[in-house]
Each structure stands twice: as C-alpha cells, then as structure tokens.
C-alpha cells in the first residue's frame, strides 16, 4: 500500500476515533434503565450502539440458541485497579524470559475468533457472529483493542476489549498453551497503567480477580467514576513489560 494512502488511512480512522469519543462524551452520564429497553430493540447490533452502551455502564451478551442480545447493568460492578495490580511471580518470570511475543491490534479477528470458540466449548459462547462483527466494526474505527501473545508466528493466547477515553471494558480472553493468557493479561494492566487509563472494567469479581486486587464498586460510584474515565484522553499503548 503506498504511503500516502497508509497515512490518508491513519488520520481517518484517527477522526472517527475522536468523532467517537465525542459521541461517548455526549451519552455519558444516562439513565442506563431507560436507556435499556432503546438498546433491545436496536438489532442487529452495531458499532454505535456498543458505544451508546458502554458510555451509560451497559454491555452485553447474546443468547446463542435464539440470537438475541441482551443488556447487562448489574447492580455492583466488578473493577481491577489501574494501579498496583503486580502479576503472580510465575508470570512475571516467563515474560522476562520472553517465551512469547506479544503485540497490539495485530490479529483482532483472530482473537474475537478464538474467544467466541473457547466459549462455546465451555458453556455456550455469548459471542455469536452478530457480535463479533460489531465489536471488529468498533476495532476498525479504533475503540476495541486487542492483545496477542504469540509463540513463534503461532498465535496462543489473546484478550480484547472496549477502550473509550481513559475506560477500558475487558471482554474475553483464551489461551492455548500455559501461561499465555496471564502473559497478555499482565501486559494489558501495565499499559493501562502506562498509558494513563483511569477505570479498568471487568464486569463480575471472579476468584482469580480478587486476587490481583479487583473490587466492587456500586452501581452508581461505577457510572460516576466511568463518566470521569470518559472525558480523560489517553491512547493505549503496548508496554513492554509487565512490571
């Protein structure tokens, strides 16, 4: 691809980007009860009602017998701090051995991939084909991210996610070999940290969670510090290192 089309390409993914961003901005601070049965009726579902969603602390899941999307805004919300989550010491040490490669926004379409089969091989995946497609649409324009952990030019771990301002909302993970999915976990908490994200949102406090520190936040602290979050620029980018 030439040049100036790469760049002609970068600056307008850059300007929907913000266009999206201001659009959070604008719908941040709803009534997401109200919002909610809005969201129901608007099917199939697409790039902009995710943002809709995620600006008012909404997200969702499909049922995948019928198709249909349902919304969630559970009354505490499971959330991991930006700061002061340390990985596990076996984590630690295999990402400085470098047994993998990890990147960012490299091979979302795989990952969103692997995700919804790792699912569905465990209890029904919630990532039908409907979602998958609006969440690749949310990444073209710059709002969903990905990180891949790599071993070799095999791809055997990955995470994505929703970032809007300084708010990233992790949606799914899978892994392939050990070690993994905590190898790329732990470089998406150290480029949050890194990159000057403000709430990192994991939905349920889940036992492995807790662990690293996550907590619970009330409905209503939770849509407070996200509407903070979202008028907070920042830019994610791949750190490094994990520490």
């Known amino acids: 691809m030439p040049a100036s089309l790469i760049r002609s390409f970068g600056r307008s993914r850059l300007r929907v980007a913000r266009a999206l961003l201001a659009l959070a901005r604008r719908m941040s601070g709803g009534d997401g009860d109200a ?3 809005a969201l129901f009726d608007a099917q199939p579902l697409r790039a902009d009602t995710l943002v809709r969603a995620y600006a008012n602390g909404l997200f969702p899941m499909a049922d995948e017998a019928s ?3 349902h919304w969630f805004d559970p009354p505490v919300r499971g959330v991991l701090p930006i700061d002061g989550v340390q990985p596990g010491k076996e984590t630690r040490r295999v990402a400085r051995q470098k047994r993998f490669r990890v990147t960012l926004d490299t091979a979302f379409d795989q990952v969103i991939g692997h995700c919804a089969g790792n699912a569905r091989r465990q209890q029904g995946s919630w990532i039908t084909d409907e979602v998958a ?3 690749r649409a ?3 324009m710059g709002a ?3 990180i891949e952990v790599w071993q ?8 994505y996610g929703v970032a809007i301002g300084g708010y990233f909302a992790g949606e799914s993970q899978f892994h392939l070999v050990n070690n993994a999915g905590a190898v790329g976990f732990a470089h998406l908490c150290a480029s949050l940290r890194a990159s000057g994200f403000l709430l ?3 939905q349920f406090l889940k036992p492995h969670l807790a662990k690293m520190g996550a907590f619970e936040l009330p409905r209503a602290e939770f849509r407070h ?3 903070e979050a979202i008028a907070r620029p920042a830019r994610l980018a791949l750190s490094p290192d994990v520490d």
């Open 225 to 227: 510090r996200l509407a």
């Open 67 to 69: 198709g249909r999307v």
């Open 138 to 140: 949310l990444h073209r």
């Open 133 to 135: 497609g609006a969440y």
């Open 152 to 159: 070799g030019d095999a791809l055997v771990g990955g995470l």
């Open 200 to 202: 990192h949102d994991v």
């Open 144 to 146: 969903a991210h990905s």
């Open 35 to 37: 919002l909610m049965p």
